[in-house]
């Protein structure tokens, strides 16, 4: 599950044998079940991180298992596999280089590009000492880090920024920068940075290239540079089965298998500082174990009223980038779709309270006729909210309805402890025993109907004074905020704002993503009229909007 970014509140559970008596195929499936979470949350798949090679470990057992279950190939080229591009930070090529008098800089030993830097490049000759027209300029950061140093509020990178605007404007080619003083900066190339570029390269040059290279200010320089940075990409993999009933209808079960890997990706709840596998055994080898067991059921059913879409998601826990990118690039005919079920999280049933939650309630009429608290074996918990922190949103966004499984959040989750010898096996199995009914009941219903939900918070705005009402698309690599969707009756709505609009400004403050489009909205309280920039399509617009 995509982590919660509100404050969570959970119980201490612990899992006991359930006093269930199972028969002896369904001992069989609780066998099964064991097998697939202990391979899949086993330290040699390091927490099945997105592009990783333990997420290829993990399709490729996958795959194994849907060949084994009879399943179709729904992936790219007759494969299981469907690849996704990931955006994974910038970085700066090989091509890129610096030499000063014939002497070839060492990329970070001796140089780097600051993250805002532009690509470029250039030869000539230049002079520390001259600052001219049409040359490189050369700047000390000493004065600005001694001017500031008790300044607690003190951004340098903002103001190199700045300084470096500054020389762009009287016709500087490149902004050299270097640090003469006893004061540490933390400068760096920051891969993860997302900045608007500079006009020109915002170039670093160490303590010890400046005293091995630079040494007389007043020499002339004969440079040559070239800086390249890039987007990195790494690629994800859903794994997607078929069962082709030459039906009308197509049902789509699905559950992420990704997982944080060594947390590299900053979505660990893990405080500790030794780097340590996040096994991830609920979330999600448990729902993605179910599946796996549910395609052979199904397959060996009497269901044959709908097709079965079988989807094994990566890229769920860096914001539903598999969901999101199989609903922009499906597999089957998208109007077949019938409805999506999302298993996430499913393996810590508490056998006291017996608590399952089911989210999507609200997004068919048929739920409310289909479902019912009243269960003999769990208490049910709905939600009927489409949205969540979790694969079904992506569905819910097309108008699909949904349900969303969860046995409930625990001490472990998103973190290293997130292990198989955790699981609640039997408790598992009756959580698959509940939709394989609901499967039988909604066999003969034909194509079901969908309604619109209220959307659930995925960001915190409860801690926001004041919100425009969209959704933000967590997968978008631009610059500023795209809007997934739009709140029906909120602020950008009502200004005239569409799903699709990319929000560049707030006011005077500009931003790059969603992180700082948050800090930008915490500027602003309740009342305040301001202006909002979108961009939609080639177009640029402003709204007038009062929080
Ligand atoms: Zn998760």
Redesign the pocket.
Known sequence: ???FFYCLLFLFTTSFVNAQKLKKAEKIVVANLQTHISYLAGDQLEGRRTGSNGEKLAYEYISTEFLKAGLLTKGDNATFLQAFEVNDGRMVTNASHLIINGNDLAIEKEYFPLSFSSNGSLTTVASIALQENGSPWFYDIKDLLEANKNNPHFDLVDAVKIKAADAAKKKATTFFIYNSSAIKDELQFDPKAKTIPSAIPVIYVTKIAKEKFLKDETASLDIQLKIEIVDKKRYGHNVIGYIDNNAATTIIIGAHYDHLGYGEDHNSLYTGTTSLIHNGAD??ASGTAALIELSKLIKASKYKNNNYLFICFSGE?LGLFGSKYFTEHPTVNFTTVNYMINLDMVGRLNDSTQGLNIGGYGTSPLWGQTLTANDKFFKIKFDSSGTGPSDHTSFYRKDIPVLFFFTGIHNDY?KPTDDADKINYTGEWMVMKYIFKLIEDTDKKGKIAFTKTRETAMSGTTSFKVALGIMPDYTFSGIGVRADGISEGKIAQKAGMKAGDIIVQLGNYKFTDVQTYMETLNKFNKGDATKVKVKRGNEELVFDIVF
């Open positions: 599950m995509k982590r979330d999600n826990e998103h």
